[in-house]
C-alpha cells in the first residue's frame, strides 16, 4: 500500500485511523464494563422465572397444570412443558460471554443439575431445565427478552459517531493543508517570475508568521526586479547614446579597416546590451493570449530566409503564449543556432499529449550532456564559445525563464543534424491559471 503524497491526504488518514482505533477501544472497554452487569441483570431474571413456574405448578392441582402453562403462555410468553427423552439440544454457544456468564450465576443459585439450551426441539429460547420431585420440566424464555439493548444500538451510534469524527478529522486536516497549499502555489508563480498576490494573514500563529515571511520575501523580490530593469534601462539609455555617436564617426571615417571595426564592434555591445535588457525584463504583466503560434514563427524566421520549418499540428494553431515573450525567446533560439551551428537550421511544431513543443536544430558541434542543464543559467558560457565577443552568455538563460513564466520547461538534447536541439516545451493547461 503506497502512504500519500499530501499533507491532507497524510493528516486526514492519521486522523482517520487514530479515531477508529480510539472508537474500536471505546466500544471493546463499554461492552467489556457492561458485561458482568447484564449478566448478573439476565440471571436474576431466569431464577425468577423458574422459581415463580415452579411455584406456581406446586400451588395448583396437577389436572390444572395445561391451563396454568396455557396463561403462561399468552400472558408472559413463557413456554413450560415436560422434559422427555431423546430431546434435541442446542447448547449455549463458548463464544457468547455474557450468556455463558449468566449460565454460571444462574446454576449457582437453582443447583448444579440445571441445564440450559438455546433451541430445544427446534423452537427457540432460552431453555431452563427445572424439577419438581423427580419429575423434570422445561421453561423457555423468549430471547428478546435476554438480548442487550445496547448491542443492536451500538453499531447504529458508534457509526453516527465515526461519521462525526471522521467529518471533523477532514475540516482539521483542511485547515491545517490549505495554507500550505495556497502557499505552494504562490511559491511555483514565484518561480515562474510572476508576483503572487498576497496570502493571507490569518489563522494559527505559526501560519500567521509564515504568511506574513512570505509575503514580505515576494514584495522584497517584486521591488528587486524592478529596480533591477531599472537600473538596466536607465545603462541602456546611457550607453546607446555614445554608442551611436561612436557608429555616426566610424561611417564618417576615411579609414574603411577602422570604420569596419568600429561597426562590428558597436553592433556587438549593442547586441550584448539588448541581451541583458531581455533578461531583466520580467514581463510579467503580458497575459497569455491565443495566438496562432505557426504564423508567428513564419513571420519572424522571414529574418532568417535558409531555415527549414517543420510544422506537424493543424493550420492555422491557436494556443495559449505570451507573444512577446515567445518571439525574444525564439529569437534566441535562433541566433544561438545560428551562431554557433555550421550554417544548417531546422525548426519544428509539434503537439506532444497536453504540450506544445518548439524544436530548434543545428549542425553543429552541440553541447556535452554534462554541461546541458549549466548552459541554461545566466552568464555561462562554454569554453568554444567564450572567443566569442556577440553575447554575454544569456540567450538561453532568457529561453529558460520564457520557459518558466509559460510553466513549461527547456530541454536541451542531441539534434539529428548533429549539433544541438533546443525543445520549449508550453503545457496547455497554463492557460487556466
Known sequence: ??????????????????????????????????????????????????????????????????????????????????????????????????????????????????????????????????????????????????????????????????????????????????????????????????????????????IVAVSQAFNQMSTDLAAYERERALVLAGISHDLRTPLTRVRLAAEMSDDEMLRTGLSADVEQMDEVIQQFLDYARPDQHEVLEPTDVGQLINEMLQRYPDTVFIMQTPNPLLWPIKPLMFKRAISNLLENAFKYGAGRVEVGLEICGNSLILSVSDNGKGIPDEHRDHVKRAFVRLEGARSDAGGAGLGLAIVERAARMHGGELRLGQSTLGGLRAELVLPKKIASR
Open 1 to 206: 500500500m503506497r502512504f500519500p503524497n499530501t499533507l491532507f491526504a497524510r493528516a486526514f488518514l492519521l486522523i482517520a485511523v487514530l479515531i477508529l482505533l480510539s472508537l474500536s477501544s471505546a466500544l471493546v472497554i463499554f461492552r467489556h464494563v457492561q458485561e458482568e452487569p447484564h449478566a448478573q441483570q439476565m440471571s436474576q431474571m431466569v431464577v425468577a422465572v423458574v422459581n415463580l413456574t415452579r411455584a406456581a405448578m406446586l400451588s395448583a392441582a396437577p389436572e390444572w397444570h395445561s391451563a396454568l402453562w396455557a396463561e403462561l403462555a399468552d400472558a408472559e410468553g413463557l413456554r413450560v412443558s415436560i422434559a422427555e427423552p431423546g430431546e434435541i439440544l442446542v447448547p449455549i454457544p463458548s463464544n457468547q460471554t455474557e450468556l455463558i456468564l449468566m449460565v454460571k450465576k444462574a446454576r449457582a443459585r437453582l443447583g448444579d443439575d440445571t441445564r440450559f439450551a438455546l433451541r430445544r426441539n427446534d423452537i427457540p429460547g432460552l431453555w431452563v431445565s427445572f424439577y419438581i420431585g423427580d419429575e423434570a420440566f422445561w421453561v423457555a424464555v423468549p430471547l428478546e427478552r435476554i438480548e442487550n439493548t445496547y448491542s443492536k444500538l451500538l453499531p447504529i451510534w458508534g457509526s453516527v459517531v465515526l461519521l462525526l469524527a471522521l467529518l471533523g478529522g477532514y475540516f482539521i486536516a483542511r485547515q491545517v493543508s490549505r495554507p500550505l497549499k495556497k502557499m505552494a502555489d504562490a511559491a511555483q508563480q514565484l518561480g515562474r517570475g510572476a508576483t503572487p498576490a498576497n496570502l493571507p494573514e490569518y489563522g494559527p500563529q505559526e
